[in-house]
């Protein structure tokens, strides 16, 4: 079983949509929650990170993270053809040493939000 | 000009022959990483440096090897490349101090092994 579950898709909605992009991981250990955005032929860039169960807000992004079920959530409002892409969770371990700074990546949801 | 760049961005070679793929930053960064991906198996890391001297292993390094050459710079080679090895491979940087930092990506090498 991989430490770290994405739903596959692809998703392709119509803009204007609530889109709803979800992981899973089983390693409790895990205390650093990101979403990297990933465009066709460029390296991920991050979008969202956070550290501790909860929302946080960016504009038309929410991360939503719950380490009681393991689960983390990216939600993009009025989703725009701009916002297709490939999107990654990424998780990090909180401890020191050489796993410090180490993420462990989601397989990835192709995401096409169409006009 | 980007802050980390990848060298070459594309490259056909065939089975058996060494490879190497450059990845240097402007971003000052102490820690780099070698990732390569795959269609639905997302990012694996495959060997990171927090510091010039250190080297360290990730989950897929078997058939790479590394080398830091400055803090700016970290290749990654394939000794004898393998049709599997055919993928995106990504440099990653990121700050060393204090708290969890995120990791900056290059734009990737498309390696296609014959």
């Known amino acids: 079983q991989k430490e770290v579950e994405q739903d596959p898709g692809p998703l392709s909605v119509p803009e204007g949509a609530i889109v709803s992009l979800n992981c899973t991981y089983s390693?409790?250990?895990?205390?650093?929650f990101m979403w990297y955005r990933q465009y066709s032929r460029k390296g991920p860039e991050l979008l969202m990170y956070?550290?501790?169960?909860g929302n946080k807000e960016d504009g038309r992004f929410t991360a939503q993270v719950d380490k009681s079920s393991k689960y983390i959530s990216l939600f993009i409002r009025d989703s725009q053809p701009s916002d297709s892409a490939t999107y990654l969770c990424?998780?990090?371990?909180?401890?020191?040493?050489?796993?410090?700074?180490?993420?462990?990546f989601g397989q990835g949801t192709i995401l096409t939000v169409h006009p | 000009d980007a802050d980390v760049t990848q060298t070459p961005r594309n490259r056909i070679t065939k089975t058996g022959k060494r490879i190497m793929l450059e990845c240097s930053q402007t971003?000052?960064?102490?820690?780099m990483y070698w990732y390569r991906q795959d269609p639905g198996l997302g990012l694996r890391l495959i060997y990171y440096?927090?510091?010039?001297?250190?080297?360290n292993k990730g989950e897929i390094s078997d058939g790479y090897s590394v080398s830091r050459q400055a803090q700016a710079k970290f290749s990654l080679s394939l000794e004898s490349a393998i049709p599997n090895q055919t993928a995106l491979y990504f440099c990653?940087?990121?700050?060393?101090?204090?708290?969890?930092?995120?990791?900056?990506f290059g734009d990737g090498t498309r390696l296609s092994i014959l």
């Open positions: 990653a940087t990121s700050a060393g101090q204090g708290k969890h930092q995120p990791q900056h």
């Open positions: 390693n409790s250990a895990f205390q650093y």
């Open positions: 956070t550290y501790s169960s």
């Open positions: 990424a998780m990090s371990l909180n401890a020191g040493g050489t796993s410090y700074g180490k993420l462990t």
């Open positions: 971003k000052g960064h102490d820690r």
């Open positions: 440096s927090f510091d010039v001297k250190d080297i």
